[in-house]
């Protein structure tokens, strides 16, 4: 059985490469992958935020229009004046 899935990593392993080459071998893909979780976490973050937007922030703007349309609608009404109550 192979020791290897890839065979590139195979073959790079059979070099016969020094500490240091193999050193900034790793280095280098340490880096690759932390730049592309990285990457990932920004664009979940963003999406996120997008959703906040159109689930969160424009129903409030919405529901706060309703709301005065309501309340100026009312202002048009005329107030209701109460009877006089019947003298005993």
Same mark, same amino acid.
């Given at each position: 059985?192979?020791?290897? *899935?890839?065979? &590139? ?9 020094? $500490?240091?080459?193999? #050193?900034?071998? *790793?280095? @280098?893909? #340490?880096? /690759? ?13 963003? &999406?996120? +935020? @997008?959703?906040?937007?159109? $689930?969160?922030? @424009? ?10 349309? +309501? ?7 005329? %107030? &209701? /004046?109460?009877?006089? *109550?019947?003298? %005993?």
């Amino acid at each position: 059985m192979n020791m290897f *899935a890839y065979p &590139v990593i195979a073959q790079l392993a059979a070099t016969d490469m020094t $500490f240091s080459e193999r #050193l900034s071998d *790793a280095m @280098i893909m #340490l880096v /690759v992958g932390m730049l592309m979780v990285f990457a990932v976490l920004t664009l979940l973050w963003g &999406v996120l +935020a @997008i959703s906040r937007y159109f $689930f969160y922030d @424009i129903p409030k703007r919405r529901k706060e229009s309703e709301t005065a349309d +309501a309340e100026s609608k009312l202002e048009h009404i005329a %107030p &209701v /004046v109460p009877a006089p *109550a019947p003298a %005993p």
